[in-house]
């Protein structure tokens, strides 16, 4: 089995002493799109931060391609593709300046750099905006640039923290192609998303994350995603309910 590119193992993260990540331990391989679902505040961004290098977890470990995601070696960042939060593009650069300027980024000589900024242009269909500075785009076509920016390289290892939140449905389908394109030319992705459908749509694997832990796993397959997954997160609300209840003292009546 060929080695993950993507991994967090045994993760855990506190902010003011309130968990936001409990013992998560995932793993993304080559070829691989591995979604992570959850509520608002189940940890997903922490997660992807940690992986990002953006986060020191407190403790457990993240790494990609093998390496400490905090002081990635240029060469394996020059693989290496992520968007969380807001995009990383400069707002004062049309959109095809900031597509040159990250091709460029990731280490592409000049030439290479035009012709690969103008097919993603295109790829991603930014033609009539390709001359419009990124800070007056809509919000949706500033998330296709980011996506851009963060993919137009090919990477191998790619995390794409909820990259469809903003996009329309032609938007939708262009990204979900892109992303299946690069697993399927070997990169492996990890994607959070709160669009079961989505995800369904995109994912080899779907991680249900609840309360910053791992409770459990969904096939991608099937329509009743949706009962399924809230399923899971009361099973898990109750487990923890019972587990409280039993760490109580026992009053003594
Ligand atoms: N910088 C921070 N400082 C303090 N608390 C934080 C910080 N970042 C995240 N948190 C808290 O950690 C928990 C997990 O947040 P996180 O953003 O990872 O969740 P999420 O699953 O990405 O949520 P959403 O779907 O709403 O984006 C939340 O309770 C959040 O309030």
């Known amino acids: 089995m ?23 331990t995932l793993t993304v391989r080559p070829g691989q799109v ?8 189940a940890g997903k961004t922490t997660a992807l931060r940690a992986l990002a290098g953006r986060l020191r977890p407190g403790r ?3 790494r990609v391609m093998d390496h400490d995601p905090v002081g990635l070696p240029r060469a394996l960042a020059a693989r290496f593709g992520h968007v969380i939060d807001t995009p990383l593009v400069y707002p004062e650069l049309t959109v095809t300046e900031n597509l040159r300027c ?3 980024l990731h280490g592409m000589p000049r030439p290479l750099a035009v012709a690969t900024a103008d097919a993603a242009v295109d790829g991603l269909g930014l033609d009539p905006w390709r001359q419009v500075r990124a800070a007056t785009l809509s919000m949706g076509n500033r998330q296709r640039l980011g996506v851009g920016c963060a993919t137009l390289h ?34 492996g992705v990890l994607v959070s998303s709160h669009h ?9 694997e779907i ?35 019972r587990a409280e209840r039993a760490a109580e003292p026992r009053s003594h009546a």
């Open 207 to 241: 991680v249900v994350l609840h309360a910053g832990r791992d409770v459990g796993r969904l096939e991608p397959g099937g329509t009743d995603l949706e009962q399924r997954f809230f399923a899971m997160v009361l099973a898990a609300d109750a487990s923890a309910g």
């Open 102 to 104: 990250a091709a460029r």
């Open 34 to 41: 591995v979604a992570l679902i959850g509520l608002n505040g």
């Open 2 to 24: 060929t080695a993950p590119v993507l991994v967090l193992d045994a993760v855990s993260h506190d902010f003011g002493g309130r968990p936001a990540l409990d013992r998560l």
């Open 154 to 187: 090919r990477p191998s290892a790619l995390i794409l923290d909820e990259p469809t939140s903003a996009l329309d449905p032609q938007g939708v389908v262009l990204v979900r192609a892109l992303v299946r394109g690069l697993a399927e030319d070997g990169a």
């Open 196 to 204: 079961l459908d989505e995800v369904a749509r995109i994912a080899d």
């Open 60 to 62: 457990g470990s993240a």
